[in-house]
């Protein structure tokens, strides 16, 4: 079942619920200081509420600063704490770089699974 989500300055979502399986967020537009706190909750209830594994397709995110990898250590954080994971799935070029910078090893495009001591 998918269903959308408009964030807060340009980033959009779209999630998948399935069925035995992690649930999907795709992210697209910007993931910056500005939408950080809406995109940190949007996920927060889906660890919560979905699933505690998501699967987060990336390769619509065009920008991601400190703020975004912020939201990515402590929705891993809470996805450990529900004996959950969080994975990005599929990335993008400009993605894998602020990874890469960061220490984050992983096969350019994804998948990257982020534990919360990776972050």
Known sequence: MWRAASLAYSLNAAIETRPHAPTLVML???LD???APSVE????DVVRADAPSVDVDMTGVTFMDAAGLRVLRRTAM??????????LCATTPNID???DLAGFEGPPGGPRGLRAVDL
Do not use: F, I, P, W
């Not at 909750?41 to 927060?44: A, E, K, S, T």
């Open 28 to 30: 697209s537009g910007e």
């Open 41 to 44: 909750q949007m996920l927060d």
């Open 33 to 35: 200081a500005m939408n």
């Open 78 to 87: 809470r996805a450990a704490g529900y004996a959950g994971q969080l994975v």
């Open 97 to 99: 770089r602020v990874l």
